[in-house]
């Protein structure tokens, strides 16, 4: 279990007309990753970007590129992702119908590899491939679009999977994207989390520097 806990800015809610600014302030802020989200309109009813806008994040980016495709097929994709700069590359286990193959292409193309969930998805669908896993990302809210209200039910999901990572001493990192505020932080990082996902949270606020900053100092006091 790592001992920091890390904070990825949700870059869907940065401003895309001055993208390089929200870049150069999460490189220079306490964030650890930069969280991408993908979305094709068809596996969640929302487009948000593709390779460009990807690509020109890497070419700024001084922090991992933590990228959260949730899109239908994702296999077909996975060398691309891997040849624009990702570091992370995490698909959705209902979009993958042989998972473990897709997680090992992950990991063939040099990335680590992530498996997200949706809140309908029960955790025991990952038992026989926890040790496989590098991250998993519990969605938290229902995914597709951002500033979505947080699902209560995540705090018993993320028990429920860090007791399986403990029992399998595996070395998954838990991830939380979806409704996270100051207000829930300390209580997902007490359940288990490690990477706090903030989008909203962070690019609509007055001060984004300093909500990273203090988020960052909330949970790792």
């Known amino acids: 279990m790592s001992t920091q806990k890390l904070i990825a800015p949700s870059m869907l809610a940065a401003d895309f007309a001055n993208l390089q600014q929200d870049i150069t302030l999460v490189n220079e802020s306490e964030a650890n990753w930069f969280h991408l989200d993908v979305m094709d309109g068809v596996f969640v009813p929302n487009i948000s970007f593709g390779m460009p806008v990807v690509k020109a994040i890497a070419k700024h980016a001084k922090k991992p ?7 239908v097929d994702p296999d077909r994709y996975i060398q691309t992702f891997a040849d624009l700069g990702a570091d992370l590359l995490t698909v959705h286990a209902e979009a993958c119908n042989h998972l473990h193959r897709s997680l090992q292409s992950i990991k063939d193309a040099d990335m680590k590899a992530g498996v997200a969930l949706n809140p309908h998805t029960p ?3 990952l038992t026989h491939i926890i040790s496989d896993i590098d991250l998993v990302c519990i969605m938290s809210v229902n995914p597709g679009f951002g500033g979505q209200s947080f699902i209560e039910a995540t705090y018993e999901k993320v028990r429920e999977l860090r007791s399986l990572i403990e029992k399998n001493n595996a070395n998954t990192l838990i991830e939380i994207d979806g409704g996270v505020t100051n207000k829930n932080a300390s ?32 949970v790792n006091e």
Not at 65 to 71: E, G, P, W
Not at 189 to 212: E, H, M, Q, R
């Open 65 to 71: 590129l933590d990228v959260h495709l949730m899109i």
């Open 187 to 218: 209580q997902l990082v007490k359940a288990g989390a490690d990477v706090l996902v903030a989008g909203s949270y962070v690019f609509s606020a007055t001060d984004p520097t300093s909500t990273i900053a203090n988020l960052s100092a909330q």
């Open 123 to 125: 955790i025991s669908s």
